[in-house]
């Protein structure tokens, strides 16, 4: 078992709305790895961070992608950090990974770099672009697609993206 794509980016490139309309269009579920973390632990990732710190949250993180990538099916979107681990970015091997890609300007539109984002909390422009040039050759290096986001709705992207997983299933 294992799933049909899996979606990585930056905040605010759209993997759960996208991974939700790509789902749909594949006919199958999307699983979202930062919203079973906050399910599996009663509280919100914010939470995690403020209560636990960010290596805590990690660690979670980590075990729910590597379950998610044996175990899940269909569409896995992961939280943006996800990628950076060493042991995910072993564990994405052989998986189709579709980097969603977008500027600050849409994904300051979309996530409104809220207080939700723990990353982000502090001048937020500032932390996107450094989070996003850290991890941009990450993401590039991971993936087997680059798809741009940028002013595109959720089923035009998903659209592209069945079209290079080679048409619907």
């Not at 991890?135 to 697609?145: E, I, K, Q, V």
Request: with cysteine.
């Amino acid at each position: 078992m294992a799933p049909e794509v899996v979606l990585i980016g930056p905040p605010g490139s759209g993997k759960t709305t996208v991974g939700a309309a790509l789902a749909e269009a594949l006919g199958t579920m999307c699983h979202d790895t930062d919203a079973a973390v906050e399910q599996a632990q009663g509280r919100t990732i914010a939470d995690i961070f403020i209560e636990d710190g960010e290596p805590a949250f990690r660690a979670l993180e980590r075990a729910e992608v590597a379950r998610a990538l044996r175990e899940e099916t269909g569409v896995v979107a992961l939280g943006g950090g996800a990628p950076m681990d060493p042991e995910t970015q072993v564990a994405l091997a052989g998986h189709t990974v579709i980097f969603l890609d977008v500027g600050i300007s849409d994904a300051s539109k979309r996530i409104g770099f809220d207080q939700s984002r723990p990353l982000l909390s502090v001048n937020p422009r500032a932390s996107w672009t450094r989070l996003m040039n850290e991890r941009r050759p990450t993401y590039t290096r991971l993936a087997t697609h680059v798809v741009d986001t940028a002013t595109r709705t959720p089923e035009d992207i998903a659209a592209e993206i069945v079209a290079l997983l080679g048409g619907a299933r």
